[in-house]
């Protein structure tokens, strides 16, 4: 049999409880619904309430996503859920660590950062050697990455141009979602 237990959290004013929550506590239903425990704001206090262990964890991730609110780091479901799975697997302290660095700004001067310590590994390999194989899933980031870090290196004056192409396939291959074929 689990025991009930209720770990609390504070914070500094109701502002950062508006942006860790997200919007209609959108980040709040997700760790409940995560970890099976009821979270409960009073004012600057938050309380989660369930299984001793599970409380406990809540906590510490919701710490964690505290952390960025207060280096004025904007967080998303997204950002939640990643910490929920780093959490898991036992590498929660690794979280804030993928926030430390900007890698860039975009065009309307929002900040580019990493968001998974798979994209840290390749940017310190695209820093670190002079070619670089991106191999992984659709949409984890690799082409964005590699473009953004490309820029950076043209912008410093490392780089005097940078070359796009597109990738090579087999027979029969498909694109994905690239248009033509090899003889295109």
Known sequence: MTEESTAKLQLENTNEAVLLFGISDRHLKLLED???????????????SGEEEAAERVIMVMAKLLD??????HIS???????????????LDYFTILYEEEI????KGKAI????????????????HDLVFGIGPAGTGKTYLAVVMAVNALKSGQVKRIILTRPAVEAGESLGFL???LKE
């Open 34 to 48: 995560a970890y099976g425990v009821h979270i409960i704001t009073r004012g600057e206090t938050i309380q989660a």
């Open 104 to 107: 860039s700004r975009n065009a």
């Open 68 to 73: 960025l609110v207060r280096k004025g780091i």
């Open 113 to 128: 950062r990493i968001k998974t310590l798979g994209q840290l590994d390749y940017i310190k390999a695209i820093r670190h």
């Open 77 to 91: 479901g997204r950002d939640v859920l990643y910490a929920v799975e780093l959490e898991r697997k036992g590498h």
């Open 179 to 181: 248009p033509g074929d």
